[in-house]
């Protein structure tokens, strides 16, 4: 019992054969989607920066190497990104920045 010979005389003949295949419909690419997925993915990088940042600047707060004025300065900026951040969130309708990496766990904690 041998595999269905594919249809190479197009693309849209590939992929169907390999649909049937695998058992999957086609991809729909809807241009509202792709773009709500890469805003997404930026937010969340983005806001791992903003965390790795906060994290950093606790450290340093910490050991003593920061002035008054210059924790008062990186404490307004890291709360002014995350307002942006969650602004962004909303205007684009996106829950959870969350991206599950597979065996690697999520990418925000």
Excluded: C, H, W
Aim: hydrophobic content about 40%; overall charge negative; cysteine-free.
């Amino acid at each position: 019992m041998g595999l269905p010979e594919i249809k190479t005389d197009s693309m849209d003949g590939v992929a169907e054969t390999l649909s049937e295949r695998i058992g999957t419909p086609r991809i729909n690419l809807d241009p509202e989607k792709v773009e709500q997925g890469l805003v997404r993915l930026v937010l969340a990088v983005v806001e791992l920066l903003r965390q790795l940042l906060e994290r950093q600047a606790i450290r340093k707060i910490e050991k003593g190497s920061l002035n008054a004025d210059e924790i008062e300065r990186l404490g307004t900026t890291l709360m002014k990104l995350e307002e942006k951040i969650e602004e962004l969130q909303e205007y684009f309708g996106i829950d959870d920045l969350n991206i599950d990496l597979g065996p690697l766990g999520n990418l925000i904690d």
